[in-house]
């Protein structure tokens, strides 16, 4: 599909629309609500939990302030000592409460469709993520299994008739596995001075966005190379620190030569494939030097490398507030090679 230039002044009306909020709504045991919070045919709120006194469910509260009939507190809710949170109300008597958090968040679901309550992270080789039902296997990325295999081109991630869904994941039609949904695309990619998408996410110097621009030098990995790929990603748990690599691994990051653009150091970092010698860009990053999140940085990885095994190919600019217009343009530029 052809990319439609977009005037700035609508460029910006979007930018400051784009923010995606959840809330999330905690027992009164200090459990997680699985599903809405509300009456459900009683005469108090609740909802289904994990973790909390154990139990099923339990009583939460519809807004801030709200004890579990929707009678205003007059008190903070709190535990008072006690096991289980509630607040005082005006008339001397109490109830059940339980508290919200508002954060910026990219919804992940596991492997069953239920939404992740803690990051999609691997553990022992397998990507997962806590969620209402307990721990359970989730994707990084789309059309990625939690094993970190990438889809077939042919059957990436969808239903295809079944309740969860799934994808093949080589030529043999009966090897399958699930592939965690996204709720959206991270990324809806449109034209305005660049190719550009606006993230649902924010830190406190504005909007964060992907500028995209083609690299030609960028060849798709193999299958393995992909997930050996993933799981390193995975690794980078620093902005100011990439994660060092195992001496034989075939898969490492290299810190290029920093880009200066309008006053902004970007830090500049490819993965590539191969010996020290003789190496293959398979991503290719840029980020500024006062990003905060870690997430926004393992996603701009996801990212490119989707991009690469997939084709075409992108390196992939993280910018805050405006995108980043100047040249991408490495091939010049002396590599750093990261190693213990």
Known sequence: ????????FLFFSILSSTVSQV?????????????????HGYAYT????????????????????????????ASSCDFWGGSYRYCHLKNGGWNYCGLLRQQDFFPEY??????????????????????AHGTQRCSPFRDVTPSGLPCHDNYRCGKFGHDVYRCQINNNESN??????????????FYSLAEICILPISQKEGQIIFRRERRANMLPPTKEEFKNAVHLIDNI???????DVRPLATVHLYKQESIFCKGINYTN????????????????????????????????????LHSTFYQPAYTIAVS?????LCSLTTSDYPATFFAP
């Open 46 to 73: 609740w909802c289904k939990q994990s973790g909390g006194n154990g139990k099923a469910w339990g009583y939460c509260s519809l807004e801030e302030g709200l004890e579990a009939s929707g009678k205003h507190c």
């Open 237 to 243: 748990t620093s902005i100011t620190s990439l994660p």
């Open 1 to 8: 599909m052809k990319s439609v230039p977009v005037p700035l």
């Open 320 to 324: 805050i507030g405006e995108p980043m």
């Open 269 to 304: 970092v490819e993965v590539k494939i191969g010996s020290a010698n003789e190496t293959v860009p398979i991503a290719h990053v840029l980020v500024p030097e006062f990003l905060s999140s870690v997430e926004v940085l393992r996603l701009a990885f996801y990212t490119s």
């Open 176 to 189: 399958w596995d699930s592939c965690g949904r996204k709720s959206l695309d991270k990324c809806v990619w």
């Open 110 to 131: 596991s492997q069953d469709n239920n939404m992740c309550l803690s990051s999609c992270r691997a553990s022992k080789g397998c990507f997962q993520c806590d969620t």
């Open 23 to 39: 809330v999330i709504h905690y027992t009164s045991s200090g459990g997680t609500c699985g599903d809405t919070c509300g009456y």
